[in-house]
């Protein structure tokens, strides 16, 4: 079973900063690796899938990079409403692991 | 617009069984494969079960759930089940059924509100 290690557990940081968030899977994922967004009581709202492809209605500030075991997703400038959990997520094995996630918090 | 609204949540006592249900509004349901996915109050997420869209099913569950919860689907009524069974304190959760669309992909594209399902004697 794959498991997906998310760094770091917390990141505070103010609006207009950068955000950078990592995720690594304990064998190769490919490119199979998904990032959702959740705030609190609401569902999941997916991001990125594939590693690097924006979903629909995804704001072009949310870009996600690598393959294998080790992805990124980047925030190039935060807003006030993406202070939430991130998780990353590998899609290409059963079962279909999540990370543990990020809290992106303001600082 | 895609919709997908859970049902069937709530207090059970540890041993008992609770049947969830997921109604689907706005698509072509037979086409979309369709997922379970839980999270315990205040943790993360746990993939669960998975239903294939084709005439010939496939079906994946976790070890978790396995032997427990079932799965199924009617495609005439637009609605998706969770029959949980031998119910214990760790499957308190949330549970959201999700999907990829046309697609068996494992990823959530469309998710439903969730159900709160709470294990307690």
């Known amino acids: 079973e794959i498991v997906l290690t998310q760094s770091p557990a917390t990141l505070s940081l103010s609006p207009g900063e950068r955000a950078t968030l990592s995720c690594r899977a304990s064998?190769?994922?490919?490119?199979?690796l998904v990032w959702y967004q959740q705030k609190p009581g609401q569902a999941p709202r997916l991001l990125i899938y594939d590693a690097s492809n924006r979903a629909t209605g995804i704001p072009a500030r949310f870009s996600g990079s690598g393959s294998g075991t080790d992805f990124t997703l980047t925030i190039s400038s935060l807003e006030p409403e993406d202070f939430a959990v991130y998780y990353c997520?590998?899609?290409?094995?059963?079962?279909?692991?999540f990370g543990q996630g990020t809290k992106v918090e303001i600082k | 617009d895609v919709q997908l609204v859970e049902s069937g949540g709530g207090l059970v006592q540890p041993g008992g069984s609770l049947r969830l249900s997921c109604a689907a509004s706005?698509?072509?349901?037979?086409?979309?494969?369709m997922n379970w996915v839980r999270q315990a109050p205040g943790k993360g997420l746990e993939w669960i079960s998975y239903i294939s869209s084709s005439s010939i099913t496939t079906i994946y569950e976790a070890d978790s759930v396995k032997g427990r919860f079932t799965i199924s689907r009617d495609n005439a009524k637009n609605s998706l089940y969770l029959q949980m069974n031998s119910l214990r304190d760790e499957d308190t959760a949330v549970y959201y059924c999700a999907s990829p669309g046309y697609s068996s992909a494992w990823y959530g594209v469309y998710w439903g509100q969730g159900t709160l399902v709470t294990v307690s004697s």
């Open positions: 706005g698509f072509t349901f037979s086409r979309y494969s």
């Open positions: 997520q590998q899609r290409g094995n059963w079962p279909p692991a």
């Open positions: 064998q190769s994922v490919s490119s199979y």
